[in-house]
């Protein structure tokens, strides 16, 4: 079962003749000098004024050889699985994660802290250092969010390479999962259309010679069914029928489509309304992209082995019988796999600062676990070696992207962390405190750019959840107060107070996002003196216990709920995965990251409250149950004046203008 | 207006300071050399088998400079347009065209005979040559019909990366059809939500200084509407309101959704079914990706600042005034410009025998104009030069593909071609004289294997219509008999006779499928002398004339019809397309590629029939109108046993197997 993988070890196997030949490469590293400039400029005019290196340089500095990467252009390439296999004996670096308190709908500058100490550990501390982030979903980034390659002076570049198709991944993934649902509902139709010989007949056609063969996926199937046999010819009539038939129960379709664009129309549809479909019309739907269960198992996969078993496991629906039929029954897993055979090698790109920055796999922690990928952290940990530092983004609030972090993501990987940089700002807390409220696009209301003690007191319990939790896991925590020019030193100095009696080990000040690595070197000190002190990390709950038991462990120990109610639906799938052995999983959960709660509105450190799970879905594949608690949405829309607007190729020069 | 395009002239305007400092480089050709298995093994075992160069050697050899392209891993790479700046004074190569007679439904070798005659000029002859195919969709790569990449010895290598992703040309194309779909209904659904003041208020919102700004694209839409203000807060209400509603007629809606997976279940599907989208559900459906406009265009471009203006005249529907509604109106002509900035690089790949291949756009010339790009040939005719060949693939029969290219590409691009390579089975002939059934994963039956010069002397005037159709345009002729084992020297002296007495130059039996280029020496020596003589290129109607007369005059001359009818929605079609303005463009027929009519089943040179034109679409920016003939289908679907049950990644090597 996917809890007892076998955490990277199978990689061994894949062939490395080619790398050992290779010659040594030069791995001394030159910052790329910043020139900062005031007003700081918007982050596009920034990243295309940048310096860039050669990637190839990027990745000889970290001691990557020629052979070891593949070129996607001259600032993109993507890392071999192999080069795991020449490091197998050295020592991982310090693995750090980054997450923050619950933040306002502008989000409060995680990724860009993450650069920013990125190029201070880099570039001013002299630490081999990667920051390990996700690739961004482009639906946003033409909708109302923009891109995600950080800010200011603290940015992966090219930040339009990294917003848009980058390596194309996301693509791979859109292609994979919609050829599944093809798959499902051409065969549903199929069997509906054919009586039992047909079908067997259509699946396994006698060639020009009159001989039959079967594929390795149907051996795959028929040996799941206990059906020992290999010759097509020799299977009873009985035996055909249940390998031919899936007799898939239309009512249990769990897979939907997806795509990564924000189209709301295409949330809930009927497909099959054409006229060669006609009778066979049922409802379907659309997720963005990053929600796709391949896209889970991007993030949490250790080896091409261990993703081509998982995307088998996929299961898309039950038969009429109650059992799960899969992606290995419909025959598709392989062709999944085969498309997903790029995608898993992670991205390289570089900072503003000329430091090295791995770019894989998942955003959106509401809807998804929203962690970059555990292949770029086991190959990164591997680069930076024993005194070096990985900083892995978890997304959203810690309550949400930190706890699935640690109890999804570094549980499938057996990788252990060291510490947690909680990202904050005073505007956040403020709100928490009670102030009004914060829209994307308007002006902030005085509260926010005057000083206000009372307020930014009052939503301090935020932050002091989510600094207990995270000491929950045994990990040691910083606090990174992301500054704003209008915050004053009495309030950062109350931030610091609340956050060392809460037992963080440091809170710092940082002006990345205007100075660069410069403005975060004193949050990189405090971060290497965090990982040099001891830690205990363990995780929240036994994957092996009841789901129930462990739902309500999540919502009481990090959300602080009172209790957990369930749908009769949400009840009846538990009682079948039950049955059905997917129970012994780790869990998922969707929920808003505006709020501890279930409830966007409820700020600060809510208590007294109770969460309902609505839904539970399984994937089987990734790993993990996924409960859906209240209304999630998996499908983001476009506003009326969406960032698309002010996109545009300058003509002139050929540069991309408007990208936000 | 999209016909009177410069041509390549606005190219020069891309900055190419980068290129003009670069070194020298070395041209020596140094081609593959092939190692002949008997009995041929399937497609993969021999790419897999091939000695690659890496792509930048290819690249040195045609006399591309290191900086003039940009590597998608040692294997491929992509042409950067500026290239063009630098070889604009030099001549270009000859210009050949291959196409086929109708085939049957298992195709004739078209592909692999171009691939082979590339092989045979460029690695066997001496001769500077570049194979300019089209990308393949991976839709049917997963269904019935496998990959495109050539077939036996005659292949594009690596055939995994050619038949999957490429460099991800397509999907950018997905991603921004899908982006426009997802504007186009969003929009309409926010302007019958929001009264004018709101709309206009969220489309030119104030900023945090009250200040209101219109986008690039607003601007080039107030032009359009003839209101010369730039200032958001100079407009009056009137023209407020004339401004923010596209007032979109959602029956004349013509944007669908595009996907590149057969999935027969999307091609009628009602969208808006969500509870937040209640009241706005409405039919929409998917195309296959390469039947996208946006395909269209990126064949058809010849500089990015023409696709701009291209992507721009997208029309979407009409408003109800009846006047067009573009992509520029909806603001994301810009950001679908930014998505395909890349895909407008023609891709650089190898051939088995080591020599240059571009890979562009295109496939479907039943329901497309389905020709590789005109960019793609651009540079291809200076990089080979005076003394080089572009061979260049126009799809399935000459009736369709061969048309268009002549008639849409050649008008557009300026080029002129000298050869048409028709390639012919006599599988194919005898079908066309009355054989049975030929149907994909049957036997063939015995009249197709044994000699029958009868059947064959029956289906030659398939043959000679297309013959006699190609030299209606002015090129030479030269036939390609693609040699089966069972093809007797009687039958393929029988087609010799036929086609010279038809007019064409040579007719020639290639064997370029076991023996690749050798194979198809005598093919590529014919078609260097039919380069070498006059030639008087000239296009079938003048784009400028009446929509029916040009439709009529494609039926004639080329399909052979007594006559066209129209159904009173193609009348109500053209009615509005000459009152828009839309009339003076050449002519794209959707028509199905088994027949010179309407009906699959007519085999050989039929007359006496007529043809319907059941509706026609208005692709302004591809700058075609798109008769549809019959009942075309625009999205494959999957059979019961598809190519993807075999494909799978062997992991023990990391290789695809199972791909044909």
């Not at 795991?84 to 500058?109: C, M, Q, S, W």
């Not at 109650?322 to 995608?343: C, Q, S």
């Not at 949400?570 to 059905?580: K, S």
């Amino acid at each position: 079962m996917a809890t007892k993988l076998s955490k990277g070890k199978k990689l061994a196997k894949t062939p490395v003749r080619k790398i050992v030949k290779a010659k040594k490469v030069s791995t001394v590293f030159k910052p790329t000098k910043l020139k900062l400039l005031r007003p700081v400029p918007s982050d596009i005019e920034i990243a295309q004024a940048a310096k860039l290196k050669p990637i190839l340089q990027i990745a000889k500095e970290l001691g990557v050889r020629e052979n070891e990467i593949e070129l996607y252009g001259p600032y993109k390439a993507k890392i071999k699985l192999e080069i795991l296999e020449r490091f197998k004996n050295k020592p991982n670096g310090k693995y750090i994660d980054v997450t923050a308190i619950t933040p306002t709908p502008l989000g409060e500058g995680k990724t860009t802290t993450l650069v920013g100490l990125a190029q201070a550990l880099g570039a001013h501390l002299g630490k081999k250092t990667i920051a390990a982030i996700r690739q961004p979903s482009q639906g946003p980034t033409f909708g109302i969010k923009g891109g995600a390659a950080g800010g200011g002076y603290s940015q992966v570049i090219p930040m339009e390479d990294f917003n848009l198709h980058l390596t194309g991944d996301i693509h791979a993934i859109t292609a994979a999962h919609n050829l599944v649902a093809a798959a499902l509902d051409a065969r549903v139709m199929h069997e509906k259309m054919q009586d039992d010989e047909k079908l067997f007949n259509a699946l396994c056609p006698p060639d020009k010679k009159g001989k039959r063969k079967f594929s390795p996926s149907m051996l795959r199937r028929l040996k799941k069914l206990g059906i020992p046999k290999t010759n097509p010819s020799d299977l009873t009539p009985e035996e055909r029928v249940r390998f031919a038939r899936l007799d898939i129960d239309e009512t249990t379709i769990t897979w939907r489509r997806v795509i990564d664009v924000n189209d709301r129309f295409l949330r809930e549809i009927e497909v099959g309304r054409g006229k060669d479909e006609a009778g066979h019309a049922h409802m379907s739907g659309y997720d963005i992209t990053v929600a796709s269960e391949i896209m889970a198992i991007l993030a949490l996969t250790v080896s091409l082995e261990d993703m081509r078993a998982r995307f088998g496991r996929m299961v898309v629906a039950t038969n009429k019988s109650g059992e799960a039929v899969t992606a290995e029954d419909l025959g598709v897993a392989g062709a999944v796999t085969v498309l997903m055979k790029d995608a898993i090698k992670p991205n390289l790109m570089q900072t503003l600062e000329g430091t090295p920055a791995t770019v894989h796999a998942g955003p959106f922690a509401n809807i998804a676990h929203g962690n970059s990928s555990i292949i770029a952290d086991m190959i990164a940990l591997k680069l930076v070696g024993k005194d070096g530092f990985v900083l892995t983004e978890s997304g959203f609030g810690a309550d949400i992207g930190m706890e699935k972090f640690f109890d999804i993501k570094c549980r499938y990987s057996g990788l252990i962390p060291q510490v947690v940089v909680l990202v904050a700002t005073i505007r956040a807390l403020k709100m928490h405190g009670g102030g009004p409220k914060v829209v994307a696009g308007k002006p902030l209301p005085a509260e926010y750019t005057d000083e206000n003690l009372d307020l930014l007191r009052a939503g301090l319990p935020n932050l002091e959840r989510h600094i207990e939790n995270a000491l929950k896991f045994g990990v040691n925590v910083v606090v990174a107060v992301n500054s704003f020019i209008t915050d004053t030193p009495a309030e950062v100095e109350l931030v610091r107070a609340a956050a060392l009696k809460m037992g963080a080990t440091d809170s710092v000040v940082t002006t990345h996002w205007a100075d660069g690595g410069k403005g975060a070197k004193a949050l990189a000190e405090a971060v290497a003196k965090a990982a040099e002190m001891p830690s205990r990390f363990e995780f929240l709950y036994d994957a092996e216990g009841p789901i129930k038991e462990k739902i309500e462990t999540i919502a009481a120990q990090i959300y602080r709920a009172d209790g957990v109610d369930y749908t009769p639906e949400a009840e009846e799938q538990i009682a079948r995965y039950i049955r059905l052995g997917f129970d012994r999983l780790p869990i998922c959960m969707a929920k808003t990251h505006l709020s501890f709660t279930t409830d966007p509105t409820k700020k600060g450190a809510p208590t007294g409250f109770r969460i309902t799970v609505r839904e539970i879905r399984a994937s089987v594949g990734a790993g993990f149950l996924y409960p859906i608690l209240g209304d999630m949405r998996t499908m983001p829309g476009l506003p009326t004046r969406p960032v698309f607007y002010d996109v545009d190729l300058d003509l002139r020069t050929g540069r991309v203008i408007g990208l936000i």
